[in-house]
């Protein structure tokens, strides 16, 4: 074999760019959440967030070092994303030992147990939280009134949220101001919609994720809310819905990697969630139905391939 002929393995388009550079800017993406969260919530916010971050920290740690022989570093920016992504979706007065078994279900079942990074089948920070609402359900729907609980953290005064109070997105007016900017009730990093909508743009403008599955669920919801006749603007603003459809949906490992079967996967998961909320137990639906196209997301790839280069119609 001549010396000019290097024979690598995959892949062989090269670039600068590194899963830890992308697990950056996502957690980028999440800092004006962040800031919102922490005017509405206060101390409550920022103890889960540390809470969460920290847990899924040291369970990878704990579960590369030490039961998977592996050498791995202390803080994983994985595993503090799955953290700050956990705690997003949790309410800002849980008790610390909840979180920190719900940090421990999402790192140990939801990604360690598939064997790690790019394993894993279902979103990890999803999994701890739908462990946590079907184990502890009575904290995990009791939602802290913003602003007043700033400086409150486990005797936080709670209220219903927007779509548990009015009939799960019915035909109604919305509190504009309330929704855009995060006076309204909800998980941590649900509350400001506009914070949410920024960072997917940059997101998107940095190219760490495409369009194709947040705009296809969106719009699968607007749909599907005029077919029912409720409000698209509630159905979308209201809830988690921006949230798992700009950071949980676009996972890549547990979502579908042609532009095909990204919009597939992306319309199911907007019409699941708009069924969940209008006609099942949970007044939120967004977390099952990103779930249930995880588990999905092979079947899409093996039957959605994006084209071959070269290939033609027969």
Same mark, same amino acid.
């Given at each position: 074999?001549? *010396?000019?002929?290097?024979?690598?393995?995959?892949?062989?388009?090269?670039? !600068? @760019?590194?899963?830890?550079?992308?697990?950056? !800017?996502? $957690?980028?993406?999440?800092?004006?959440?962040?800031?919102?969260? +922490?005017?509405?919530?206060?101390?409550?916010?920022?103890?889960? $967030?540390?809470?969460?971050? %920290?847990?899924?920290?040291? %369970? *990878?740690?704990?579960?590369?070092?030490?039961? #998977?022989? !592996?050498?791995?570093?202390?803080?994983?920016?994985?595993?503090?994303?799955?953290?700050?992504?956990?705690?997003?979706?949790?309410?800002?007065?849980?008790?610390?030992?909840?979180?920190?078994?719900?940090?421990?279900?999402?790192?140990? /079942?939801?990604?360690? &147990?598939?064997?790690?990074?790019?394993?894993?089948?279902?979103?990890?920070?999803?999994?701890?939280?739908?462990?946590?609402?079907?184990?502890?359900?009575?904290?995990?729907?009791?939602?802290?009134?913003?602003?007043?609980?700033?400086?409150?953290?486990? @005797?936080?005064?709670?209220?219903? $949220?927007?779509?548990? *109070?009015?009939? *799960? =997105?019915?035909?109604?007016?919305?509190?504009?101001?309330?929704?855009? #900017?995060?006076?309204?009730?909800?998980?941590?990093?649900? /509350?400001?919609?506009?914070? +949410?909508?920024?960072?997917?743009?940059?997101?998107?403008?940095?190219?760490?994720?495409?369009?194709?599955?947040?705009?296809?669920?969106?719009?699968?919801?607007?749909? #599907?809310?005029?077919?029912?006749?409720?409000?698209?603007?509630?159905?979308?603003?209201?809830?988690?819905?921006?949230?798992?459809?700009?950071?949980?949906?676009?996972?890549?490992?547990?979502?579908? #990697?042609?532009?095909?079967?990204?919009?597939?996967? =992306? /319309?199911?998961?907007?019409?699941?969630?708009?069924?969940?909320?209008?006609?099942? &137990?949970?007044?939120?639906?967004?977390?099952?139905?990103?779930?249930?196209?995880?588990?999905?997301?092979?079947?899409?790839?093996?039957?959605?391939?994006?084209?071959?280069?070269?290939?033609? !119609?027969?």
């Amino acid at each position: 074999m001549s *010396e000019l002929l290097v024979v690598t393995g995959s892949p062989h388009i090269h670039t !600068r @760019d590194t899963t830890e550079r992308a697990f950056w !800017r996502v $957690t980028a993406a999440l800092l004006p959440a962040f800031a919102c969260a +922490l005017y509405a919530f206060g101390i409550g916010a920022l103890i889960v $967030t540390a809470l969460a971050a %920290t847990g899924c920290v040291v %369970t *990878e740690f704990i579960i590369a070092r030490y039961l #998977m022989g !592996r050498q791995a570093p202390f803080v994983s920016m994985s595993a503090l994303l799955t953290g700050i992504l956990l705690a997003f979706n949790l309410p800002s007065n849980l008790p610390a030992w909840i979180v920190l078994i719900g940090s421990a279900v999402a790192i140990g /079942i939801g990604k360690m &147990a598939f064997g790690g990074l790019g394993c894993n089948i279902f979103n990890p920070a999803l999994v701890g939280r739908v462990f946590l609402l079907l184990s502890f359900p009575q904290q995990m729907t009791s939602w802290p009134l913003p602003i007043v609980n700033r400086v409150r953290y486990a @005797d936080a005064v709670t209220g219903a $949220t927007s779509l548990s *109070e009015t009939g *799960e =997105g019915a035909s109604r007016a919305m509190d504009w101001a309330g929704e855009l #900017m995060g006076a309204t009730g909800g998980s941590i990093g649900e /509350i400001s919609a506009i914070a +949410l909508i920024i960072g997917g743009i940059y997101l998107i403008l940095s190219k760490t994720i495409t369009w194709h599955i947040p705009v296809s669920i969106l719009a699968a919801v607007a749909v #599907m809310s005029l077919c029912i006749g409720s409000n698209p603007a509630v159905e979308i603003l209201e809830g988690g819905l921006l949230l798992g459809a700009i950071f949980m949906a676009t996972d890549y490992v547990t979502s579908p #990697m042609s532009h095909k079967g990204m919009i597939f996967y =992306g /319309i199911m998961i907007g019409a699941i969630t708009v069924i969940i909320r209008h006609w099942g &137990a949970y007044p939120e639906g967004v977390s099952f139905a990103i779930l249930l196209m995880n588990g999905a997301t092979p079947l899409i790839n093996r039957y959605m391939k994006p084209k071959k280069t070269g290939e033609r !119609r027969p």
